[in-house]
């Protein structure tokens, strides 16, 4: 049987997204409404194209010595993915047959039982926690946390290797009352190979005005280097792995 799915674009050389060199899948459809997203575009899951997993395979295998030379392979983003789990299990499974490392970058805003079943092919998840607060989460977000907290303790239990992403936007999450939260959370987590406190940038303000959304941080600053220091130092001082990204203006 074929299984197709719907992406919004793909990116053969990617490597921010997992570790080396990645091939970067975003696929199409997202249940969440951030108000820093900055890929808007890909909210509707009726958007995008249609591809089924044997064409994807084809393109991917194209890059698959780069990959395997940098320790890298596939990533899939969003979007959100896990709304297609079908499609990307049996990406990842052809992936896995194919001997290509696979992450899913995820908001875990879905049902434990769908997620476990894309998680058995899956080799690391980027889980993004947009915050520990259920107010805050919900008012940056539009939906609950409970669905992402419940699987990043279930990634631990099951010793999944993740990165955790932490979006620092400035009068938004950057209390440090909001990051020890956080950082109390997975403190005792064993699974986590990193957290990257990821600086709040406007790049994709553009986009909201061009489908005619309401950008709600148009006034809100990117953090400063010392700010994303500090969220790191909260991290450090409970021994989590972490780094600060670059800021960009
Ligand atoms: S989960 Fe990602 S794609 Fe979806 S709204 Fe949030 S930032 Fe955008």
Redesign the pocket.
Known sequence: MTIKGRIHSMESCGTVDGPGIRFIVFTQG?????Q?????D??KMNDGTEITVDELIDEIVKYKSYMKFSGGGVTVS???PLLQPQFIKELFRRCQENGIHTALDT?G?VKLDIAKEVLEYTDLVLL?I?SYDPKVFQEL?GVSNEPTLRLAQYLNTIHKPVWIRYVLVPHLTDDPALVEGLANFLKDFTNIKRIEVLPFHKMGEYKWKELGYEYKLWDTPTPTEKQVEEAVSIFEKYNLPVEGGKVKK
Do not use: A, I, Q, V
């Open positions: 997202c249940p969440l409404r951030c820093y997203c900055h890929n808007p890909t909210w969003g979007g959100e908001s805003y993004d947009k977000t």
